[in-house]
């Protein structure tokens, strides 16, 4: 039987202590008492424990590292927030390692190589569709948190530090902002079912804002796929959906889209099949990506405070490494008027 090798985690949870804390003793730092140090070095001697000496040659050589687990690194809506990061961490001293997750991968695995070679102080996830047990997240044996994404589900709050909106608060807002111009035929573009944490929530969003307002959904107006060769918040895949969506649903006047890379994918269907946004159809995004105020017209969007989320995700992350507590953070949007939603046409008006 093959021993796994023992973690700087399971030294903190056989002394009773962060994994902060061990890793501070371990790497001689001045700031823990010399008999919690030597009572760590003891319990990490007994398991076995070795450091990785090519992981502990770059800590001398260089500033400690934070891991950047970027899930979706060509959505424009994550380049403000890089950039917002990169300085933050630079001004703490520490090294940013982007790694680009693509959106088939386990970024939660990707994540726990990285810190098993012992060269990452903390990890921030920046994007992401968890399905993941507690246990997975249980094996980053550093301190992290998720940027953008509020809940995973099944997994318990104490274990991962969060930074985001309310996904379904923002979601409903958008919403109602379609009901509260008249309309009452609402499509969601949404994303495969395996996306249990963002997507899912932004859909429910929608869900109980339609509910609230009395409007009974109808399943075809709940629009998901599978599409293997797309990332499922990209343009091509708004554009896919919203093509089949307009040939069998022609009733429906308005569109939430959950993210404005999928809008603005939707947007194109909506011109190819000869009907004008938002005279014909309104649309609604999630996000607030740049480029939205450069289409024509201009998207509507729940605009998420990318800024600030970056900033405070890493104020919690450099908290925990400090040894202070898990902490979810949620940040309100707002919507932008752009010029993508209307009333709709009155009943018998030509389309």
């Avoid at 274990?159 to 609402?186: K, M, N, P, T």
């Avoid at 573009?189 to 609230?212: K, T």
């Avoid at 708004?238 to 947007?267: C, H, K, Q």
Wanted: aromatic residues 6%; proline residues 7%.
């Amino acid at each position: 039987m093959t021993r796994t090798r023992p973690t700087i985690k399971d030294i903190a949870q056989a002394a009773g202590v962060g994994v902060v804390t061990v890793s501070r003793a371990l790497n001689d730092r001045p700031d823990v008492s010399q008999a919690t140090r030597e009572r760590i070095l003891k319990i990490a001697d007994s398991m076995g424990y070795r450091p990785n000496r090519h992981a502990r040659f770059l800590k001398m050589e260089h500033n400690p590292s934070i891991a950047l687990m970027m899930k979706g690194i060509d959505n424009p809506f994550f380049q403000p927030m890089l950039d917002t990061m990169e300085e933050i961490v630079r001004q703490n001293n520490y090294l940013l390692t982007v790694v680009k997750v693509p959106h088939w991968a386990d970024e939660v695995e990707e994540a726990i190589k990285l810190v098993d070679e012992d060269l990452m102080a903390g990890v921030i996830f920046l994007g992401g569709a968890f399905s993941h047990e507690a246990s997975a997240f249980e094996r980053v044996n550093v301190p992290f948190v998720l940027s953008t994404v509020s809940k995973v589900h099944g997994v318990p709050d104490g274990v991962y530090s969060s930074v985001s909106v309310d996904d379904e608060l923002e979601a409903a807002q958008a919403v109602r902002h379609l009901v509260d111009l008249g309309h009452r035929h609402i499509a969601v573009l949404g994303v495969p079912e395996s996306d249990v944490s963002v997507g899912a929530r932004r859909v429910r969003g929608y869900e109980a804002a339609m509910e609230a307002s009395g409007i009974a959904v109808d399943p075809r107006w709940v629009r998901s796929q599978e599409i293997p060769q797309y990332n499922p918040y990209s343009y091509e895949y708004g554009y896919r959906l919203t093509v089949d969506l307009l040939r069998e649903n022609p009733e429906v006047t308005a569109i939430f889209a959950i993210a404005d890379t999928i809008a603005i994918g939707a947007m194109r269907a909506i011109r190819e099949a000869g009907l004008t946004v938002p005279d014909d159809i309104s649309i609604i995004g999630f996000d607030g990506i740049s480029i939205g105020e450069y289409i024509e017209p201009p998207l509507t969007t729940l605009v998420q405070p990318s800024t600030t989320i970056a900033q405070l995700t890493c104020e919690v992350l450099f908290r925990q490494i400090a040894s202070g507590p898990v902490q979810h953070v949620f940040v309100p949007g707002d919507i932008y008027p752009g010029g993508s939603t209307a009333p709709p046409r009155r009943i018998g008006s030509p389309r």
